[in-house]
């Protein structure tokens, strides 16, 4: 034992005096105003590729509504073509409350900051009865797939698009809105579902039917994206022609 314990220690001495010299300190940046010149062979703005964002939650009294929509709000701001970008929430408690907070948040979308405040009563009001006002289960047929009692644990899959790029969907000023999408995967008791590996194979089927971006961005739903350009620092790495395939 003596004799193993003495050559890991050699070893462990010999590996640090060989590899020491060969450690350099590597500084990385990137170049965000390049994307469309040099790195691209001068690929234009619409040039870009499709970005698909997904949003997990499960459970929204751990996750409540409003932390879950200021996540989806922050990443369907960032700076990138709209009818380029494609945002999926993916509910696997399959809550009629977080569908109702995604409702919600497409319409500020349209309406921009001004109705925050209101938008965010709404949401909070709803969360605490439990239950959302009989006029907006009215106005709104999505809510149809929770007609019957719908348990998180057996239920079919609930899927809807709240704004639609197809449709060409703008704000109140006329830019362009992404994508949005808000699906409950199906969920039966006698069959594995696999937790949130289970919902991102089902984000990964549904968003190729929606939208099929080839750049998938994954996010939980308490990850509040405060700067609107990381899409595009990493599409600097991702289409860097050098070392671009070596990024995964």
């Known amino acids: 034992m003596g004799g193993l314990f003495g050559a ?18 590597v500084n990385r940046r ?69 569908f109702y907070a995604l ?18 009563n709404r949401i909070e009001l709803a969360k605490k009865l439990g239950t959302v006002s009989k006029s907006t289960l009215i106005e709104h047929t999505g809510f149809s797939s929770w007609d019957s009692y719908t348990p998180k644990t057996d239920h079919d899959a609930i899927l809807h698009i709240l704004i ?28 594995v579902h696999n937790f949130k590996a289970g919902a991102m194979n089902a984000l990964i089927r549904v968003s190729s039917e929606i939208s099929n971006g080839p750049i998938i961005l994954n996010v939980d739903c308490d990850m509040y994206s405060n700067d609107s350009q990381s899409i595009r620092d990493a599409l600097c790495f991702f289409l860097d022609e050098g070392n671009g395939h070596e990024v995964a």
């Open 164 to 191: 639609d790029r197809d449709g060409e969907a703008t704000d109140v000023e006329g830019c362009r809105l992404p994508t949005l999408v808000y699906l409950a995967r199906e969920k039966r008791p006698r069959h």
């Open 103 to 120: 409702l919600e948040a497409s319409a500020f979308a349209k309406a921009l900051l001004k109705l925050y405040e209101d938008m965010e």
């Open 30 to 98: 990137t170049f965000k105003d390049r994307l469309c010149t040099w790195i691209t062979f001068n690929m234009c703005e619409n040039d870009l590729g499709g970005v698909n964002i997904f949003v997990c939650t499960a459970d929204p009294e751990i996750e409540p509504p409003m932390l879950v929509i200021n996540t989806v709000l922050s990443v369907m701001a960032y700076d990138y073509p709209p009818e380029k970008l494609a945002v999926y929430l993916s509910d696997d408690a399959a809550s009629d409350l977080t």
């Open 8 to 25: 890991e220690i050699w070893f462990g001495f010999y590996w640090m005096l060989s590899q020491s010299h060969r450690w350099n300190r």
